[in-house]
């Protein structure tokens, strides 16, 4: 008798436990830690979701993903890639929400000084080179006349020359904006600035 009576008091113990800790279940599920895979997880105020890229999207010419993700898929930008490879500046290029001036190939195939930007003795001048083609206040594609300043913290401007092309610095903007999800990409022909070596 004692023991069928043990046996029909446990299921009742058990129903109760559950019961009573329903409360801390409901505000575990409404505040996101619940480990239910039905309900979409709530995201912390002001951080956006993360989103899963298909592979395309990673890796067709000129990906949209964010600046890096351009440079490093585009056709036209392998020596500017191997630059903000080799630089200290590759994070932020990929997510900071910058602009990114990328200069085409053609700008380097010009003038090979840049190579010696790559050697470790340089490692100074070469992020300082790669910080003068990082922007920082643009917010569309669809005024980009202005003052913003670099990630070397000098003002740049981007502003039509006599031609009425539009250039910032030495580098001129051929006209291929494009809005990444991690920052705008400007593909410009020549240098922001010059190579300074010390």
Same mark, same amino acid.
């Given at each position: 008798?004692?023991?069928?009576?043990?046996l029909?008091?446990?299921?009742?113990?058990? /129903? /109760?436990?559950?019961?009573?800790?329903?409360?801390?279940?409901?505000? $575990?599920?409404?505040s996101?830690s619940?480990k239910?895979s039905? =309900?979409?997880?709530?995201?912390?105020? %002001?951080?956006?979701?993360r989103?899963? +890229?298909?592979?395309?999207?990673?890796? =067709?010419?000129?990906s949209?993903?964010?600046?890096?993700? +351009?440079?490093?898929? %585009?056709p036209?930008?392998? +020596?500017?890639? =191997?630059i903000?490879?080799t630089s200290?500046?590759?994070?932020?290029?990929?997510?900071?929400?910058?602009?990114? /001036?990328?200069?085409?190939?053609?700008?380097?195939?010009?003038?090979?000084?840049?190579?010696? &930007?790559?050697e470790?003795?340089? $490692? @100074?001048?070469?992020?300082?080179?790669?910080?003068a083609h990082?922007?920082?206040g643009?917010?569309?594609i669809k005024? &980009? #006349?202005?003052?913003y300043?670099?990630?070397?913290?000098?003002?740049?401007?981007? @502003?039509?020359?006599?031609?009425?092309?539009l250039?910032?610095?030495?580098?001129?903007?051929?006209?291929?904006?494009? #809005?990444?999800?991690?920052?705008?990409?400007?593909?410009?022909?020549?240098?922001?600035?010059?190579?300074r070596?010390?």
């Amino acid at each position: 008798m004692r023991l069928s009576t043990l046996l029909l008091t446990l299921p009742l113990l058990a /129903l /109760l436990a559950t019961g009573c800790s329903g409360g801390d279940a409901a505000d $575990a599920a409404e505040s996101g830690s619940s480990k239910d895979s039905t =309900r979409p997880a709530v995201q912390a105020k %002001g951080k956006p979701s993360r989103k899963a +890229y298909t592979e395309e999207e990673l890796n =067709r010419p000129y990906s949209t993903v964010s600046p890096w993700r +351009y440079i490093a898929t %585009g056709p036209e930008t392998q +020596y500017f890639e =191997r630059i903000v490879m080799t630089s200290d500046l590759a994070r932020t290029v990929h997510g900071s929400g910058h602009t990114v /001036l990328v200069p085409r190939d053609m700008t380097f195939t010009e003038d090979r000084t840049w190579k010696d &930007l790559l050697e470790e003795e340089n $490692a @100074e001048a070469l992020d300082r080179f790669v910080r003068a083609h990082i922007l920082t206040g643009l917010k569309s594609i669809k005024t &980009l #006349e202005g003052l913003y300043e670099d990630l070397n913290g000098n003002t740049v401007a981007i @502003e039509r020359n006599e031609m009425g092309q539009l250039v910032c610095g030495g580098a001129r903007i051929i006209g291929q904006e494009v #809005e990444t999800d991690h920052g705008i990409v400007i593909p410009v022909v020549g240098m922001v600035e010059d190579i300074r070596w010390n």
